[in-house]
């Protein structure tokens, strides 16, 4: 059984910072791509920023130079540090990890969601 666990979102003013993290922990014999999607009321979920497992990182334009994703692949977590915070930024975010389950074979796991909400 994998878990992907997920923090660090809230409530902050625009032009602030949030870091999210997000834990895999389980039955894990490796990581390829992790990933931080997001998705606001009444819109679908988007792609925000993305690393592979060579390190390639891939990122949505409306947050490019803001966000940064990184990860700790001993501690199998992936993190978006978030700065210059806009109110279009509110949003349920959530990780997204393709996990080696076994020899070959990778399944893609979700984490619970962490709210982020931008506001004065």
């Known amino acids: 059984q994998v878990q992907l666990v997920e923090s660090g979102g809230g409530l902050v003013q625009p032009g602030g910072s949030l870091r999210l993290s997000c834990a895999a922990s389980g039955s894990i014999f490796g990581i390829n791509a992790m990933a931080w999607y997001r998705q606001a009321p009444g819109k679908q979920r988007e792609l925000v920023a993305a690393?592979?497992?060579?390190?390639?990182?891939n990122y949505a334009d409306s947050v490019k130079g803001r966000f940064t994703i990184s990860r700790d692949d001993a501690k199998n977590t992936v993190y978006l540090q978030m700065d210059s915070l806009k109110p279009e930024d509110t949003a349920v975010y959530y990780c997204n990890a393709q996990i080696l389950v076994r020899t070959g074979v990778y399944y893609g796991y979700w984490g619970q969601g962490t709210q982020v909400t931008v506001s004065s």
């Open positions: 690393m592979t497992g060579g390190d390639s990182t």
